[in-house]
Protein backbone atom coordinates (compact mmCIF):
# COMPACT_ATOMS: atom_id res chain seq x y z
CA UNK A 1 0.00 0.00 0.00
CA UNK A 2 1.01 3.65 -0.96
CA UNK A 3 0.14 6.71 0.77
CA UNK A 4 -0.10 10.30 -0.64
CA UNK A 5 -1.14 13.55 1.44
CA UNK A 6 -2.55 16.56 -0.39
CA UNK A 7 -2.79 20.08 1.80
CA UNK A 8 -4.94 22.72 -0.01
CA UNK A 9 -4.92 26.28 1.74
CA UNK A 10 -6.13 29.69 0.78
CA UNK A 11 -6.73 32.91 3.13
CA UNK A 12 -10.30 31.10 3.88
CA UNK A 13 -9.88 27.39 4.43
CA UNK A 14 -7.61 24.44 4.24
CA UNK A 15 -8.33 20.74 2.96
CA UNK A 16 -6.41 17.95 3.77
CA UNK A 17 -7.03 14.63 1.40
CA UNK A 18 -4.79 11.48 2.14
CA UNK A 19 -5.13 8.71 0.17
CA UNK A 20 -3.94 4.96 0.25
CA UNK A 21 -3.78 3.16 -3.38
CA UNK A 22 -4.60 6.63 -5.52
CA UNK A 23 -7.85 5.73 -3.23
CA UNK A 24 -9.00 8.96 -0.98
CA UNK A 25 -9.32 7.16 2.54
CA UNK A 26 -9.34 10.69 4.84
CA UNK A 27 -10.33 14.08 4.48
CA UNK A 28 -10.47 16.80 6.37
CA UNK A 29 -11.56 21.05 6.03
CA UNK A 30 -11.75 23.91 7.90
CA UNK A 31 -11.64 27.33 8.18
CA UNK A 32 -8.52 29.07 8.65
CA UNK A 33 -10.34 31.16 11.55
CA UNK A 34 -11.86 27.71 12.98
CA UNK A 35 -9.58 26.74 15.84
CA UNK A 36 -8.68 23.01 16.00
CA UNK A 37 -8.95 23.04 19.76
CA UNK A 38 -8.07 19.01 20.82
CA UNK A 39 -4.90 18.85 22.83
CA UNK A 40 -4.81 22.30 23.93
CA UNK A 41 -3.88 23.04 27.41
CA UNK A 42 -5.42 25.91 29.38
CA UNK A 43 -5.27 27.90 32.55
CA UNK A 44 -8.94 27.46 33.83
CA UNK A 45 -11.30 28.55 36.25
CA UNK A 46 -14.46 25.81 37.78
CA UNK A 47 -17.67 27.72 37.00
CA UNK A 48 -20.31 25.19 38.51
CA UNK A 49 -20.02 22.40 40.53
CA UNK A 50 -22.92 19.24 39.43
CA UNK A 51 -22.73 16.30 42.16
CA UNK A 52 -25.77 14.57 40.89
CA UNK A 53 -23.02 14.16 37.42
CA UNK A 54 -19.93 13.74 39.67
CA UNK A 55 -18.65 16.61 37.31
CA UNK A 56 -18.05 20.37 37.03
CA UNK A 57 -18.10 22.87 34.47
CA UNK A 58 -15.20 24.70 33.71
CA UNK A 59 -14.42 28.26 31.75
CA UNK A 60 -11.82 27.60 29.37
CA UNK A 61 -12.28 30.03 26.72
CA UNK A 62 -15.11 28.91 24.48
CA UNK A 63 -18.62 29.53 23.87
CA UNK A 64 -19.94 26.87 26.09
CA UNK A 65 -18.65 25.96 29.08
CA UNK A 66 -16.52 22.78 29.24
CA UNK A 67 -17.23 19.43 30.80
CA UNK A 68 -14.75 18.10 33.30
CA UNK A 69 -15.82 14.56 34.88
CA UNK A 70 -14.60 13.26 38.48
CA UNK A 71 -12.61 10.17 36.59
CA UNK A 72 -11.14 12.51 33.98
CA UNK A 73 -9.04 14.44 37.12
CA UNK A 74 -6.57 11.47 37.23
CA UNK A 75 -5.07 9.69 40.16
CA UNK A 76 -2.18 12.53 39.95
CA UNK A 77 -4.40 15.50 40.27
CA UNK A 78 -3.44 16.64 44.06
CA UNK A 79 0.10 16.54 42.71
CA UNK A 80 -0.86 18.72 39.83
CA UNK A 81 -3.13 20.91 41.27
CA UNK A 82 0.25 21.69 44.72
CA UNK A 83 2.21 22.23 41.84
CA UNK A 84 0.06 24.73 39.77
CA UNK A 85 -0.41 26.83 43.31
CA UNK A 86 3.27 26.91 43.50
CA UNK A 87 4.01 27.82 40.24
CA UNK A 88 1.16 30.78 40.63
CA UNK A 89 2.62 32.14 43.38
CA UNK A 90 6.45 31.88 42.71
CA UNK A 91 6.67 31.68 38.92
CA UNK A 92 7.56 28.75 36.87
CA UNK A 93 9.50 25.96 38.79
CA UNK A 94 11.16 22.66 37.92
CA UNK A 95 8.74 19.59 37.79
CA UNK A 96 12.03 17.51 39.54
CA UNK A 97 11.08 20.05 43.03
CA UNK A 98 7.57 18.46 43.11
CA UNK A 99 6.14 16.73 45.93
CA UNK A 100 4.08 13.72 44.67
CA UNK A 101 0.86 14.00 46.73
CA UNK A 102 -1.88 11.41 48.02
CA UNK A 103 -3.28 9.91 44.83
CA UNK A 104 -6.88 10.37 43.72
CA UNK A 105 -9.38 7.14 44.30
CA UNK A 106 -11.55 5.89 41.67
CA UNK A 107 -14.43 6.26 44.06
CA UNK A 108 -15.13 9.70 45.30
CA UNK A 109 -16.70 12.51 44.66
CA UNK A 110 -15.97 16.01 43.03
CA UNK A 111 -17.14 18.43 45.58
CA UNK A 112 -13.91 16.47 47.96
CA UNK A 113 -11.46 17.59 45.08
CA UNK A 114 -12.87 21.17 43.59
CA UNK A 115 -14.32 24.04 44.75
CA UNK A 116 -16.24 26.80 42.79
CA UNK A 117 -13.76 29.37 41.46
CA UNK A 118 -10.34 27.05 41.63
CA UNK A 119 -8.40 27.36 38.99
CA UNK A 120 -7.07 24.29 36.80
CA UNK A 121 -4.76 22.91 33.94
CA UNK A 122 -7.50 21.03 31.75
CA UNK A 123 -6.68 19.62 28.25
CA UNK A 124 -9.45 19.64 25.42
CA UNK A 125 -9.98 15.87 24.53
CA UNK A 126 -13.23 16.12 22.38
CA UNK A 127 -14.40 18.95 20.25
CA UNK A 128 -17.52 20.45 21.22
CA UNK A 129 -19.82 18.66 19.41
CA UNK A 130 -23.63 19.98 18.18
CA UNK A 131 -25.07 21.57 21.53
CA UNK A 132 -22.24 20.24 24.06
CA UNK A 133 -18.91 22.32 25.27
CA UNK A 134 -15.55 20.98 24.76
CA UNK A 135 -14.50 18.09 27.13
CA UNK A 136 -11.52 18.35 29.24
CA UNK A 137 -9.09 16.35 31.11
CA UNK A 138 -6.11 16.91 34.00
CA UNK A 139 -4.27 14.21 32.93
CA UNK A 140 -2.05 16.29 30.85
CA UNK A 141 0.11 14.95 28.06
CA UNK A 142 1.73 15.85 25.65
CA UNK A 143 2.37 13.61 22.05
CA UNK A 144 5.11 12.98 20.09
CA UNK A 145 6.15 11.06 17.12
CA UNK A 146 7.46 7.83 18.72
CA UNK A 147 6.82 8.75 22.60
CA UNK A 148 3.66 10.65 24.91
CA UNK A 149 5.02 12.46 28.03
CA UNK A 150 2.72 12.71 30.99
CA UNK A 151 3.73 15.31 33.52
CA UNK A 152 3.12 14.00 37.49
CA UNK A 153 3.19 10.38 36.53
CA UNK A 154 6.38 7.38 36.87
CA UNK A 155 4.19 4.66 34.55
CA UNK A 156 6.50 3.92 31.35
CA UNK A 157 3.75 1.56 29.16
CA UNK A 158 4.56 0.12 25.79
CA UNK A 159 2.39 -0.42 22.90
CA UNK A 160 0.71 -3.52 23.26
CA UNK A 161 0.69 -3.49 19.34
CA UNK A 162 4.78 -4.15 19.58
CA UNK A 163 4.78 -8.19 20.08
CA UNK A 164 8.79 -8.63 20.57
CA UNK A 165 8.86 -8.94 24.52
CA UNK A 166 12.90 -8.38 23.91
CA UNK A 167 12.15 -5.01 22.27
CA UNK A 168 9.41 -4.18 24.80
CA UNK A 169 12.00 -5.17 27.68
CA UNK A 170 14.64 -3.10 25.60
CA UNK A 171 12.35 0.04 25.29
CA UNK A 172 10.97 0.29 28.67
CA UNK A 173 14.40 0.30 30.19
CA UNK A 174 15.85 2.86 27.31
CA UNK A 175 12.70 4.68 28.57
CA UNK A 176 13.74 4.30 32.17
CA UNK A 177 17.93 5.48 31.95
CA UNK A 178 16.20 8.65 30.32
CA UNK A 179 13.62 10.19 31.64
CA UNK A 180 13.47 12.68 34.02
CA UNK A 181 11.94 12.38 37.41
CA UNK A 182 8.01 12.90 37.87
CA UNK A 183 7.50 12.18 34.07
CA UNK A 184 5.26 9.21 32.69
CA UNK A 185 5.87 7.65 29.35
CA UNK A 186 4.09 5.74 26.73
CA UNK A 187 6.13 4.39 24.13
CA UNK A 188 4.02 4.15 20.36
CA UNK A 189 3.98 1.51 18.21
CA UNK A 190 6.66 3.30 15.61
CA UNK A 191 9.42 3.76 18.62
CA UNK A 192 9.81 -0.02 17.40
CA UNK A 193 13.83 -0.69 16.18
CA UNK A 194 14.37 3.21 17.27
CA UNK A 195 18.02 3.99 18.59
CA UNK A 196 18.20 5.75 22.03
CA UNK A 197 19.61 9.27 20.24
CA UNK A 198 16.18 9.38 18.54
CA UNK A 199 13.95 8.98 21.43
CA UNK A 200 16.25 10.69 23.53
CA UNK A 201 16.08 13.67 21.07
CA UNK A 202 12.21 13.62 20.91
CA UNK A 203 12.07 12.82 25.05
CA UNK A 204 13.93 16.72 25.34
CA UNK A 205 11.54 18.35 22.75
CA UNK A 206 8.12 16.94 24.92
CA UNK A 207 9.72 17.83 28.40
CA UNK A 208 10.68 21.37 26.23
CA UNK A 209 7.15 21.71 25.65
CA UNK A 210 6.14 21.15 29.13
CA UNK A 211 8.52 24.14 31.12
CA UNK A 212 6.83 26.13 28.55
CA UNK A 213 3.93 25.54 29.44
CA UNK A 214 4.45 25.90 33.08
CA UNK A 215 5.87 29.30 32.16
CA UNK A 216 2.82 30.41 30.63
CA UNK A 217 0.94 29.73 33.29
CA UNK A 218 2.73 30.98 35.58
CA UNK A 219 2.55 34.68 33.45
CA UNK A 220 -1.24 34.20 32.79
CA UNK A 221 -2.91 37.68 34.07
CA UNK A 222 -6.09 36.71 33.01
CA UNK A 223 -8.45 33.15 32.66
CA UNK A 224 -8.95 31.24 31.16
CA UNK A 225 -5.62 31.46 29.35
CA UNK A 226 -4.40 29.12 26.73
CA UNK A 227 -0.82 28.01 27.52
CA UNK A 228 0.23 25.29 25.67
CA UNK A 229 -1.14 24.97 21.66
CA UNK A 230 -1.97 21.90 19.45
CA UNK A 231 0.35 21.63 16.59
CA UNK A 232 -1.60 22.74 13.15
CA UNK A 233 -3.77 20.47 11.71
CA UNK A 234 -1.48 19.19 8.72
CA UNK A 235 1.48 18.43 11.29
CA UNK A 236 -0.92 16.77 13.49
CA UNK A 237 -2.06 14.40 10.95
CA UNK A 238 1.25 13.76 9.83
CA UNK A 239 2.23 13.02 13.76
CA UNK A 240 -0.10 10.02 14.08
CA UNK A 241 -0.12 8.74 10.02
CA UNK A 242 3.35 9.04 8.72
CA UNK A 243 5.26 5.62 7.66
CA UNK A 244 7.47 4.19 5.39
CA UNK A 245 4.19 3.74 3.25
CA UNK A 246 4.49 7.59 2.14
CA UNK A 247 4.88 8.62 -1.16
CA UNK A 248 5.16 12.45 -1.47
CA UNK A 249 2.98 14.80 0.60
CA UNK A 250 2.12 17.75 -1.96
CA UNK A 251 1.14 21.71 -0.33
CA UNK A 252 -0.32 23.84 -2.46
CA UNK A 253 0.75 26.45 -0.05
CA UNK A 254 4.42 27.80 0.62
CA UNK A 255 3.69 28.71 4.85
CA UNK A 256 3.01 25.36 5.12
CA UNK A 257 4.71 23.59 2.68
CA UNK A 258 7.95 25.06 5.00
CA UNK A 259 5.94 23.83 7.96
CA UNK A 260 5.37 20.25 6.68
CA UNK A 261 8.71 20.34 5.16
CA UNK A 262 10.30 21.40 8.90
CA UNK A 263 8.63 18.74 10.58
CA UNK A 264 9.28 15.43 8.50
CA UNK A 265 12.93 16.97 8.43
CA UNK A 266 12.80 16.17 12.25
CA UNK A 267 11.02 12.90 12.29
CA UNK A 268 12.40 11.66 9.46
CA UNK A 269 15.43 13.23 7.65
CA UNK A 270 15.94 10.99 5.47
CA UNK A 271 12.57 11.33 3.66
CA UNK A 272 12.36 14.90 3.94
CA UNK A 273 12.47 15.01 -0.09
CA UNK A 274 8.68 13.47 -0.59
CA UNK A 275 7.43 16.90 0.88
CA UNK A 276 6.51 18.89 -2.78
CA UNK A 277 5.51 22.09 -3.21
CA UNK A 278 2.56 21.84 -6.00
CA UNK A 279 2.42 25.03 -8.50
CA UNK A 280 0.71 23.67 -11.16
CA UNK A 281 -1.95 25.74 -12.64
CA UNK A 282 -4.89 23.37 -12.39
CA UNK A 283 -6.23 23.61 -8.47
CA UNK A 284 -4.59 20.55 -6.36
CA UNK A 285 -6.91 18.50 -5.93
CA UNK A 286 -8.32 18.92 -9.51
CA UNK A 287 -5.21 18.00 -10.90
CA UNK A 288 -4.94 14.60 -8.72
CA UNK A 289 -8.23 13.55 -8.91
CA UNK A 290 -9.50 14.47 -5.39
CA UNK A 291 -12.23 16.36 -5.93
CA UNK A 292 -13.94 13.72 -7.98
CA UNK A 293 -13.58 11.58 -5.31
CA UNK A 294 -15.37 13.91 -2.67
CA UNK A 295 -18.56 14.31 -5.15
CA UNK A 296 -18.35 11.02 -5.37
CA UNK A 297 -18.02 9.46 -1.72
CA UNK A 298 -19.95 12.11 0.08
CA UNK A 299 -24.03 12.59 0.09
CA UNK A 300 -27.17 10.85 1.40
CA UNK A 301 -26.22 8.14 -1.17
CA UNK A 302 -22.87 6.29 -1.56
CA UNK A 303 -22.58 3.64 -4.68
CA UNK A 304 -20.03 1.35 -4.74
CA UNK A 305 -19.82 -2.00 -6.55
CA UNK A 306 -21.89 -2.72 -9.56
CA UNK A 307 -25.11 -0.37 -8.80
CA UNK A 308 -25.19 -1.36 -5.00
CA UNK A 309 -25.43 1.52 -3.12
CA UNK A 310 -25.74 2.75 0.93
CA UNK A 311 -28.02 4.84 2.21
CA UNK A 312 -25.98 7.03 4.98
CA UNK A 313 -27.97 9.44 7.64
CA UNK A 314 -27.25 11.51 10.93
CA UNK A 315 -29.47 11.55 13.73
CA UNK A 316 -28.93 13.18 16.85
CA UNK A 317 -28.49 9.79 18.54
CA UNK A 318 -26.92 7.43 16.16
CA UNK A 319 -25.86 6.83 12.38
CA UNK A 320 -27.55 5.10 10.41
CA UNK A 321 -26.54 3.20 7.26
CA UNK A 322 -29.13 1.07 5.14
CA UNK A 323 -27.42 -1.35 2.05
CA UNK A 324 -29.28 -1.89 -1.26
CA UNK A 325 -28.11 -4.23 -3.90
CA UNK A 326 -29.38 -1.67 -6.18
CA UNK A 327 -29.97 -2.56 -9.84
CA UNK A 328 -26.96 -5.55 -9.79
CA UNK A 329 -27.44 -8.28 -11.69
CA UNK A 330 -28.47 -11.48 -9.57
CA UNK A 331 -25.53 -13.61 -8.76
CA UNK A 332 -25.75 -17.07 -11.17
CA UNK A 333 -25.23 -19.22 -7.36
CA UNK A 334 -28.67 -17.91 -5.99
CA UNK A 335 -30.18 -14.98 -3.41
CA UNK A 336 -27.87 -16.11 -0.62
CA UNK A 337 -24.09 -15.76 -2.50
CA UNK A 338 -25.72 -12.39 -4.13
CA UNK A 339 -26.52 -11.03 -0.46
CA UNK A 340 -22.86 -11.98 0.36
CA UNK A 341 -21.14 -10.45 -2.57
CA UNK A 342 -23.00 -7.24 -1.56
CA UNK A 343 -22.51 -7.06 2.01
CA UNK A 344 -18.98 -8.04 1.97
CA UNK A 345 -18.63 -4.78 -0.57
CA UNK A 346 -21.04 -2.62 1.74
CA UNK A 347 -18.15 -3.76 4.44
CA UNK A 348 -15.00 -2.45 2.49
CA UNK A 349 -16.90 0.50 1.54
CA UNK A 350 -17.87 1.78 5.63
CA UNK A 351 -14.98 1.08 6.66
CA UNK A 352 -13.67 3.93 4.20
CA UNK A 353 -16.72 6.12 4.84
CA UNK A 354 -16.04 5.57 8.81
CA UNK A 355 -12.66 7.22 8.16
CA UNK A 356 -13.22 9.57 5.60
CA UNK A 357 -16.42 11.07 7.39
CA UNK A 358 -14.88 10.78 10.70
CA UNK A 359 -18.05 8.99 12.08
CA UNK A 360 -18.28 8.92 15.80
CA UNK A 361 -20.48 7.63 18.31
CA UNK A 362 -23.11 4.64 17.77
CA UNK A 363 -23.31 3.09 13.59
CA UNK A 364 -26.35 1.25 13.32
CA UNK A 365 -25.67 -0.75 9.83
CA UNK A 366 -28.66 -2.66 8.05
CA UNK A 367 -27.49 -5.28 5.92
CA UNK A 368 -29.29 -7.66 3.21
CA UNK A 369 -30.73 -10.37 5.38
CA UNK A 370 -28.68 -13.48 4.87
CA UNK A 371 -29.82 -16.89 6.23
CA UNK A 372 -26.53 -18.72 6.42
CA UNK A 373 -25.18 -18.76 9.80
CA UNK A 374 -21.15 -19.29 8.35
CA UNK A 375 -22.12 -16.41 6.20
CA UNK A 376 -22.95 -13.91 8.42
CA UNK A 377 -19.71 -14.84 10.39
CA UNK A 378 -17.82 -13.70 7.27
CA UNK A 379 -18.91 -10.46 7.17
CA UNK A 380 -18.13 -9.87 10.63
CA UNK A 381 -14.87 -11.09 10.33
CA UNK A 382 -14.33 -8.51 7.25
CA UNK A 383 -15.66 -5.70 9.05
CA UNK A 384 -12.97 -6.22 11.82
CA UNK A 385 -10.52 -6.98 9.25
CA UNK A 386 -11.06 -3.38 7.58
CA UNK A 387 -11.59 -1.60 9.94
CA UNK A 388 -7.70 -2.66 11.32
CA UNK A 389 -5.92 0.36 9.77
CA UNK A 390 -8.50 2.85 11.97
CA UNK A 391 -7.25 5.10 14.69
CA UNK A 392 -10.15 6.15 16.63
CA UNK A 393 -10.94 3.38 18.96
CA UNK A 394 -14.01 0.98 18.19
CA UNK A 395 -16.16 -1.52 18.69
CA UNK A 396 -18.07 -4.20 16.35
CA UNK A 397 -20.83 -6.63 17.63
CA UNK A 398 -22.01 -9.28 15.08
CA UNK A 399 -24.93 -9.21 13.22
CA UNK A 400 -28.14 -9.19 15.71
CA UNK A 401 -30.90 -11.48 15.15
CA UNK A 402 -32.53 -8.58 12.61
CA UNK A 403 -29.44 -8.36 10.67
CA UNK A 404 -28.53 -5.58 12.68
CA UNK A 405 -24.43 -4.84 12.99
CA UNK A 406 -24.11 -1.95 15.70
CA UNK A 407 -20.79 -0.52 15.33
CA UNK A 408 -19.68 2.46 17.94
CA UNK A 409 -16.62 4.60 17.15
CA UNK A 410 -14.51 7.36 18.91
CA UNK A 411 -16.09 10.26 19.01
CA UNK A 412 -13.40 13.37 19.24
CA UNK A 413 -14.67 16.23 17.04
CA UNK A 414 -18.15 16.87 14.66
CA UNK A 415 -18.32 14.81 11.58
CA UNK A 416 -16.91 15.63 8.34
CA UNK A 417 -19.63 17.18 6.13
CA UNK A 418 -19.42 18.19 2.65
CA UNK A 419 -22.82 19.35 0.82
CA UNK A 420 -22.37 17.79 -2.98
CA UNK A 421 -25.33 19.00 -3.79
CA UNK A 422 -25.32 21.91 -6.38
CA UNK A 423 -27.34 24.63 -6.34
CA UNK A 424 -27.89 26.49 -9.81
CA UNK A 425 -25.38 29.74 -9.32
CA UNK A 426 -27.57 31.82 -11.59
CA UNK A 427 -31.48 30.97 -11.15
CA UNK A 428 -30.65 30.48 -7.21
CA UNK A 429 -33.21 27.48 -7.15
CA UNK A 430 -36.40 28.86 -9.03
CA UNK A 431 -36.06 27.16 -12.05
CA UNK A 432 -35.19 29.58 -14.78
CA UNK A 433 -32.40 30.62 -16.01
CA UNK A 434 -30.81 33.12 -18.96
CA UNK A 435 -29.80 31.50 -22.21
CA UNK A 436 -26.78 30.10 -21.54
CA UNK A 437 -25.41 31.06 -24.76
CA UNK A 438 -25.16 35.06 -22.90
CA UNK A 439 -22.94 33.28 -20.24
CA UNK A 440 -19.38 34.03 -22.07
CA UNK A 441 -21.42 37.69 -22.36
CA UNK A 442 -21.37 37.84 -18.90
CA UNK A 443 -18.17 36.29 -17.86
CA UNK A 444 -16.92 39.32 -20.47
CA UNK A 445 -18.64 42.09 -18.46
CA UNK A 446 -17.33 40.81 -15.14
CA UNK A 447 -13.60 41.17 -16.55
CA UNK A 448 -14.32 44.46 -18.36
CA UNK A 449 -15.31 45.64 -14.95
CA UNK A 450 -12.27 44.23 -13.14
CA UNK A 451 -9.35 45.85 -16.08
CA UNK A 452 -11.26 48.71 -17.04
CA UNK A 453 -12.91 49.81 -13.98
CA UNK A 454 -11.35 48.52 -11.10
CA UNK A 455 -8.01 48.70 -12.48
CA UNK A 456 -7.06 44.95 -11.59
CA UNK A 457 -5.10 43.71 -14.81
CA UNK A 458 -3.81 40.52 -13.62
CA UNK A 459 -6.56 37.78 -12.34
CA UNK A 460 -7.36 34.01 -12.88
CA UNK A 461 -11.18 33.28 -13.67
CA UNK A 462 -12.11 29.71 -12.06
CA UNK A 463 -15.03 28.09 -14.55
CA UNK A 464 -16.51 24.86 -14.51
CA UNK A 465 -14.21 22.52 -16.78
CA UNK A 466 -17.28 22.49 -19.39
CA UNK A 467 -17.53 25.95 -19.52
CA UNK A 468 -13.68 25.90 -20.01
CA UNK A 469 -13.80 23.65 -23.20
CA UNK A 470 -16.29 25.33 -24.95
CA UNK A 471 -14.14 29.02 -24.49
CA UNK A 472 -11.45 27.32 -25.44
CA UNK A 473 -12.23 26.21 -28.75
CA UNK A 474 -11.15 27.00 -32.06
CA UNK A 475 -7.87 29.01 -33.36
CA UNK A 476 -9.86 32.63 -32.50
CA UNK A 477 -11.17 31.16 -29.35
CA UNK A 478 -13.13 33.11 -26.90
CA UNK A 479 -10.21 33.03 -24.33
CA UNK A 480 -7.78 34.09 -26.70
CA UNK A 481 -10.37 37.16 -27.65
CA UNK A 482 -10.38 38.35 -24.15
CA UNK A 483 -6.71 38.10 -23.13
CA UNK A 484 -6.13 40.62 -26.59
CA UNK A 485 -8.52 42.89 -25.83
CA UNK A 486 -8.03 43.33 -21.87
CA UNK A 487 -4.49 41.98 -21.78
CA UNK A 488 -2.84 38.52 -20.86
CA UNK A 489 -3.09 39.10 -17.24
CA UNK A 490 -6.27 37.52 -17.88
CA UNK A 491 -6.03 33.57 -17.48
CA UNK A 492 -8.75 31.09 -16.99
CA UNK A 493 -8.37 27.53 -15.00
CA UNK A 494 -11.05 24.72 -14.93
CA UNK A 495 -12.32 23.98 -11.54
CA UNK A 496 -13.91 20.48 -10.47
CA UNK A 497 -15.78 22.28 -7.56
CA UNK A 498 -17.93 24.36 -9.25
CA UNK A 499 -21.34 23.64 -10.60
CA UNK A 500 -21.93 24.60 -14.72
CA UNK A 501 -22.52 28.21 -14.48
CA UNK A 502 -20.34 29.53 -11.46
CA UNK A 503 -17.78 31.17 -11.50
CA UNK A 504 -15.13 33.29 -9.48
CA UNK A 505 -12.03 35.65 -9.55
CA UNK A 506 -8.99 35.66 -8.01
CA UNK A 507 -5.92 38.17 -7.72
CA UNK A 508 -1.99 37.09 -8.01
CA UNK A 509 -2.02 36.19 -3.85
CA UNK A 510 -5.13 33.39 -4.51
CA UNK A 511 -7.59 35.15 -2.67
CA UNK A 512 -10.87 35.48 -4.32
CA UNK A 513 -11.82 38.69 -5.55
CA UNK A 514 -15.40 40.22 -4.20
CA UNK A 515 -16.95 42.36 -6.80
CA UNK A 516 -18.79 43.65 -4.96
CA UNK A 517 -17.00 44.83 -2.03
CA UNK A 518 -13.84 46.24 -4.61
CA UNK A 519 -17.05 48.44 -6.29
CA UNK A 520 -17.62 49.89 -2.74
CA UNK A 521 -13.34 50.71 -1.72
CA UNK A 522 -13.14 52.11 -5.21
Given at each position: MTSELFISANPKKISIALTEDKRLMEFQEEGQSTSYSVGNIYLARVRKLMPGLNACFVSAGHERDSFLHYLDLGIQFRSLDKFLKQVRKKGALPIEQAHREQEVGKEGSIQDILQQGQEVLVQVVKEPISTKGPRMTCEISFPGRYLVLIPFDEKVSVSSKIKSSSERARLKQVIQSIKPKNFGVIVRTVAEGKRVAELDTEMKVLVKRWEETVRRAAEAKELPSLVYEETSRAVGLLRDLFNPSFENIYVDDEKHFHEVKDYVTLIAPERADIVKQYKGKLPIFDNF?????????????????????????????????????????????????????????????????????????????????????????????????NMKNDRARHNILPLSKFGLMQITRQRVRPATEVNVDETCPTCHGKGTIKSSFMFTDVLESKIDMLVNKLNIRSFTLHVHPFVMAYINQGLWSIKRQWQMKYGFGVKVIPSQKLAFLQYEFYNRKGEEIDMKEEIEIK
Open positions: DITRQIKGSFGKTVSYKRGAYMIIEHTEALWVVDVNSGNRTRNSDGQEANALDVNLGAADELARQLRLRDMGGIIVVDFIDMSVAEDRQKLYERMCE
